[in-house]
């Protein structure tokens, strides 16, 4: 008489055998009833082998698709690629579950030979993956954030997002994220921002919050998320943080300004205008047109644009006079 295992794994054999197999066929050859054959399956279903029933006076029982995996036989180069890439993950603080990342490095382990499994462990003691700037996303990747941020990318549906800027001002918004991006240390997403209407580029670590909804997007086709990050990276690096004081009241200082890019904020000598940009021709150019007194704090070099400028209009007087 076979025992239950034996035949729970005779059915498994079958399934891998056959493709499809009626429960009746299956119950025929183990010599049990219908009942018991679905007790069977339900088993081999609990143990996360992906058995798909078809219903019907037709129905049968069948394996989905990746059920089927080959033999597990790697030499010393790929066992050592698979574990370093797992033990850098987990260093890295990959925007993986950790739980997911330890389980895998552990079944990976569990069907090594045994003169692989004291290699591999020797790396495991031997590498250490050292980067202070991951430090500060540690907290933020946990598996809640993860499994939000695999809704809103995979899945392409609108995250609400709790946004520190640099300076701790938060803001909640609503976003549709095109991607991740892993830069010198540092996790970014991009995607298209609903308040500020534009593309845009954050960093996880200054997320306080990620909300799921189930607002659908369409990605748009051929969309570089890498290169976008990247571009908006160098923006940043190379920006200038503005200080002007603006002569005028806070109310008129509104009035004249009212885009959300850059801070008002009323001091004794007037207003003080508070901006980051990589572009000093344009923020001159916004200045003069405001045809106000104002006096620069910050950055110097903004003198040399107005220099520049004067000389420009200057010249044109004199060749148009």
């Known amino acids: 008489m076979y025992s239950p295992t034996l035949r729970l794994l005779a059915v498994l054999e079958l399934l891998q055998t056959y493709g499809s197999i009626s429960g009746k066929e299956l119950a025929d050859r183990l010599e049990v ?3 018991t054959v679905r007790r069977y399956i339900t088993s081999l279903q609990d143990m996360g082998i992906p058995v798909a029933a078809e219903r019907g ?6 394996l989905e698709r990746g059920s089927r995996l080959p033999p597990l036989i790697y030499n010393d180069s790929e066992a050592s690629a698979i574990v370093l890439g797992l033990i850098a993950m987990r260093q890295m603080n990959f925007p ?3 739980v997911a990342i330890e389980a895998a490095l552990a079944k990976t382990k569990r069907v090594l030979p045994e003169h692989l499994f004291g290699y591999v462990n020797d790396l495991e003691d031997l590498i250490k993956v050292y980067n202070p700037s991951y430090l500060s996303t ?13 809704h809103a ?18 803001t909640e918004r609503e976003v549709d994220l095109y991607g991740l991006v892993l830069i010198t240390g540092q996790w ?3 995607g298209y921002c609903h308040l500020r209407k ?16 189930e607002k659908g997007f369409a990605r748009p086709e051929n969309f570089d998320v890498l290169n976008y990050v990247l571009e908006s990276r160098t923006q940043v690096q190379n920006s200038f943080d503005v200080e002007i004081v603006l002569e005028v009241s806070i109310e ?12 008002l904020e009323a001091i004794d000598e007037g207003v003080l205008y508070r901006q980051s940009t990589s572009r000093l021709d344009w923020l001159a150019f916004t200045l003069l047109n405001l045809n106000i007194p104002f006096k620069v704090r910050k950055p110097t070099e903004l003198y040399a644009v107005f220099q520049e400028l004067a000389e420009k209009a200057a010249r044109i007087t004199v060749e148009n006079s």
């Open 252 to 263: 008129k200082a509104r009035n004249l300004l009212p885009t959300e890019v850059h801070s």
């Open 198 to 213: 534009d593309l845009r580029t954050f960093r996880l670590d200054r997320l306080a919050a990620i909300t799921k909804t």
């Open 96 to 98: 993986i579950d950790a």
């Open 153 to 170: 990318i995979r899945k392409r549906k609108t995250a609400v997002l709790t946004y520190s800027t640099k300076e701790g001002k938060q």
């Open 33 to 35: 009833d219908a009942r």
């Open 188 to 190: 970014y997403a991009a």
């Open 57 to 62: 006076p037709y129905g049968a029982y069948r």
């Open 138 to 150: 540690t907290q933020m990747l946990h598996s809640d954030f993860v499994g939000l941020l695999e």
